[in-house]
């Protein structure tokens, strides 16, 4: 073990050398999601950590893989800050520091799992390889629901269209993220032991057979993941089908809700529906009706009757008022050929309600947001119906939480999803977004249509890959077909609990590697 404890001495003396390079791996891993899908990136830069907390103390284990999401989450949703100051009405610099705060508390969530890893799991190579992408997985779990949950930046979406996007529909995003931490924890000893070859031209202490065994480990996971893309968990008939349009308004924020505009709205949604009232499916995006529920009786009846007449199914997001409780919920209701109403479950952290209300109301305008009275909408709701298709709705960021979308997905056979990421503004998170939802698609292998007030709009196909879309902040309805889809795959049934239990016995494994060796 000489050479590999060199290495690791020389490794615990890079101090703050070591943190920066974490930092700037942190920062290159958005790199493999969308807009730039290089998921080569995320590879070299998960198999960087890997190497750089091995044989660290616990704290300091924490300490470097703090950094680490420092570097993920200010790079990748930093975007947050147009929300806070363009939307929020809230100062420059009262944004920045709001959006450093916010990636500071994301990235302190990333890092907690850390030192449970540091303090169980040992320098060897084995413990590593068991107990790093299993501690990855747990933490994207737990990073789904603690605290309501903010799923983003998983390693597997970046994998859609590789061929590890093949494990999705069996075992779902986080058996892709599992494979590609493994081949990144994998390749980074793999390196090592040719760098030392290379250097010394001697034998690193990786032997042989070692490395073969990682080698074989690493193909198998792959060509399994290639050879899975390849099988059809769902079947379509071509003349099974539905003719679809999307609405894609482009109302500027500031004007939503604005009485005097609200002519300029209806009249904006009706003339790009006009031409397309033969369709089987409209579709408009989140809270598109410019009126609360109850107060939108007769512009929904011209619609029952626009929809009714033509026997097209109008979906549409609109708020509901319940008169009654005198609460309020962002929902998705069915028109004409379309029946039922869904009420969203998961709501956006001030954006829809506002956290430690009593505390926060009133200090500053961002907390004050006129739609942050939101309630939550009740579990087990039943989906919509658009002609004969059963159709499972998810509002807006519903659709980044992979065990709510296959809870809610019950018999449907299309999925449909709608939002509003005009909060977002021309910036990378709407693209992040688009892409989970193709992800989802792939998951279930049911086709998507996903409707958004500014962009981007479009359908996804049972493959997860994008069959049409549409221009980012332009008025335009865009025409397409959906399949109706039969059958389910494997992860439809289990959900994410077969690979979330495989890496709690995987981590504990690696933490009895640890006695063994200490011992």
Known sequence: ??????????????????????????????????????????LLAVGLLAQLLRDLSSKRTWLRSLVFGLGMYGTGVSWVYISIHDFGFTGAAPAALMTAAFVSFLALVFSLP??????????SRTAVLLGFPAIWVLGEWSRSWFLTGFPWLFMGYGHISSPLGGWAPLAGVYAVSFAAVFTSTALGF?????????????????????????????????????????????????????????????????????????????????????????????LWPEAAIPFMYHDADGFVAELEHLASENNTALIAGILYDDTEEEKYYNSIMGIGAAENIYFKQRLVPFGEYVPLEAMLRGIIAFFDLPNSV?????PH????????????????????????????????AVMVTISNDAWFGNSIGPLQH????????????????????????GIINDKGEITLTGTQFVAETLAGEVYRTHGHTPFSFTHSWPIIILCVLLFLLACMLKRQHTD
């Open 381 to 412: 709701q039943a989906n919509l119906k658009a002609r004969d298709f059963e159709v499972a709705p998810y509002i807006c960021y519903e659709v980044v939480y992979p065990d709510l979308v296959a809870a809610n997905l019950g018999k449907a």
């Open 374 to 378: 939101i309630n939550r909408g009740p």
């Open 1 to 42: 073990m000489q050479a590999d404890d060199e290495f690791v001495a020389k490794r615990k003396t890079l101090g703050w050398r070591g943190d920066l390079v974490a930092l700037g791996a942190g920062a290159m891993l958005p790199l493999s999601f969308a807009p730039y899908n290089y998921w080569f990136f995320g």
């Open 434 to 457: 688009f892409q989970m939802a193709q992800m989802r698609a792939l998951e279930h292998g049911k086709f998507m249509i996903r409707g958004t007030n500014t962009g981007l709009s």
């Open 190 to 282: 793999l390196l090592l032991y040719l760098e030392k070859r290379l250097r010394k031209n001697t034998l690193h202490n990786l032997s042989i057979s070692y490395v073969s065994i990682l080698l074989g480990i690493t193909i198998f996971i792959w060509s399994a993941g290639f050879g899975l893309k390849n099988i059809a968990w769902t079947s379509y008939s071509e003349e099974d089908k539905l003719t679809v349009s999307i609405v894609q308004p482009n109302i500027p924020l500031a004007l939503k809700w604005n009485p005097l505009y609200r002519p300029q709205i209806v009249k904006t949604l009706l003339s790009l529906s006009s031409k397309h009232w033969d369709s089987d499916i409209i």
């Open 114 to 123: 850390f030192i449970l890893y540091g303090r169980c799991v040992a320098k």
